[in-house]
């Protein structure tokens, strides 16, 4: 059974900083790799999809990796805002038994910027 | 931002009453997904539609029906509630471009969330 991790579970930076977010995931086996940022009371919207023939995708300050290999991505951002706070969620696509693909999510990381 | 509804936003009911659950998209894509985030445990798969009509289970679905008449709505429904059932759930769409060797290529889009209370 595919299982999503996020380390840590909150982070608290000062802004301007550059961070790293971590995201491992227990099976390789997977078509993408997604990360998700949620704003409190919010839905979850879409940041970066890294197909799983891709090592990274960009998207202005934000930067995402996959290691499919080790099983792990990393979100990186850079010159870090107020405006990034929020929890940032990385969820991977697998195919499931019953032969459809299904997303599973990790636990999310709680990101707060310290103006 | 994707056109997807959800409602009620907030509901609070009781134990072993009926509750139904609404999201309705705008975009006329072709996968509907119900969702429910817990703390300590994410977000979590309940049910799915890859049609009209065609519905397959997730990873938790015990304790919920779900329907799909219409292209555009995606009716979750709680038989009879339990406190467990407590949650919030969220409704996603997504259109699942596939793509030779990559997968999908396409996002889900993610509705508001409904915040159900079962006492």
């Known amino acids: 059974k595919q299982e999503v991790t996020q380390i840590p579970a909150a982070l608290s930076v000062p802004e301007g900083e550059n961070l790293v977010l971590n995201c491992s995931f227990t099976d390789s086996a997977i078509y993408n790799l997604q990360w998700f940022r949620q704003d409190p009371g919010k839905g979850l919207t879409s940041l970066l999809l890294?197909?799983?023939?891709?090592r990274e995708q960009t998207s202005g300050r934000l930067n995402a990796s996959l290691d499919k290999s080790s099983g792990r991505s990393t979100l990186y951002i850079a010159a870090s805002q107020p405006g990034d706070s929020a929890t940032y969620l990385c969820a991977v696509e697998a195919v499931t038994d019953f032969g459809n693909e299904k997303l599973t999510f990790g636990t999310g990381t709680r990101l707060t910027i310290i103006p | 931002d994707a056109g997807i509804t959800q409602s009620p936003r907030h509901k609070v009911t009781e134990t072993g009453t009926p509750v139904t659950l609404r999201c309705h998209q705008t975009e006329n894509h072709r996968y509907m997904y119900w969702y429910r985030q817990d703390p300590g445990h994410g977000l979590r798969l309940i049910h799915y539609?890859?049609?009209?009509?065609?519905?397959d289970k997730g990873e938790v679905s015990d304790g919920y029906s779900v329907s799909r008449s219409k292209t555009e709505d995606f009716l979750l429904t709680l038989e009879s509630a339990t406190s467990s059932q407590t949650s919030v759930y969220f409704c996603?769409?997504?259109?699942?471009?596939?793509?030779?060797?990559?997968?999908?290529?396409?996002?889900?889009?993610f509705g508001p969330g409904t915040r159900l209370t079962v006492l």
């Open positions: 996603a769409i997504s259109e699942s471009r596939w793509t030779s060797g990559a997968g999908n290529t396409d996002t889900q889009y």
């Open positions: 890294i197909q799983s023939s891709q």
């Open positions: 539609s890859y049609g009209v009509k065609d519905t």
